[in-house]
């Protein structure tokens, strides 16, 4: 019963943690594709997403071929200016 309990909290939570994350998706024909990365056309427009071993795929995408990629959006790093150092430099 608590084995139930705990296992039910922790895919509870972990549901909530990936709800949290906004996905999107861009759909189109395959113009590259590598381990390391997927090339999409979308209109005009080439949409390069990086991809790694954890990259979920029904089969092996090859050039050509229509794929819908879903993918979220994830800061690496950050870096901080001070906007009140940036203010005394432009008077």
């Not at 939570?13 to 990936?18: D, I, M, P, R």
Request: no cysteine; charged share 25%; glycine share 6%.
């Amino acid at each position: 019963m608590l084995r139930s309990i705990v296992v039910g909290v922790a895919l509870f939570g972990s549901l909530t943690a990936l709800a949290a994350e906004k996905t999107y998706q861009v759909t189109g024909p395959v113009l590259e594709v590598s381990p390391t990365k997927i090339v999409v056309e979308k209109g005009k427009e080439k949409w390069e997403l990086a991809r790694d071993a954890s990259t979920k795929v029904s089969a092996e995408p090859k050039v050509g071929d229509k794929v819908t990629v879903m993918y979220s959006m994830t800061a690496t790093s950050i870096e901080v200016k001070s906007a009140t150092k940036a203010a005394k430099a432009k008077k």
